[in-house]
């Protein structure tokens, strides 16, 4: 059983930055990758970007390529993600998943959810 507690969440200006991070409750989160999605209102959950085992392994989905920047620390359990660029389009709240196959992360099928961070990015 793996909890996740996402924070960093907040409101910027358009063009500002935010560093959002996953905190996960076991030691097995090593061994999960872990991805990112996000939620604005009134549409469907979209995948942001996810990490692999390896760290060395990662999927971003084509509207924050060069903009978000995924990383991890085991040691720390946790994953982050850096959010520069923003822009009022990324305005959503954001969550942190953790699961299996790096390819299967990124459709949303994963093992366990984090309670969601709000990113509010004003024009």
């Known amino acids: 059983q793996v909890q996740l507690v996402e924070s960093g969440g907040g409101l910027v200006q358009a063009g500002g930055s935010l560093r959002l991070s996953c905190t996960a409750s076991a030691s097995t989160f090593n061994r999960h990758t872990v991805g990112w999605f996000r939620q604005a209102p009134r549409k469907e959950r979209e995948f942001v970007a996810a990490?692999?085992?390896?760290?060395?392994?990662?999927s971003y989905a084509d509207s924050v390529k060069g903009r978000f920047t995924i990383s991890r620390d085991d040691d720390k359990n946790t994953v982050y993600l850096q959010m520069n660029s923003l822009r009022p389009e990324d305005t959503a709240i954001y969550y942190c998943?953790?699961?299996?196959?790096?390819?299967?992360?990124?459709?949303?099928?994963?093992?366990?959810w984090g309670q969601g961070t709000q990113v509010i990015v004003s024009s």
């Open positions: 998943a953790a699961g299996g196959d790096i390819v299967i992360v990124t459709h949303g099928i994963v093992d366990y």
């Open positions: 990490i692999g085992w390896s760290a060395i392994s990662t």
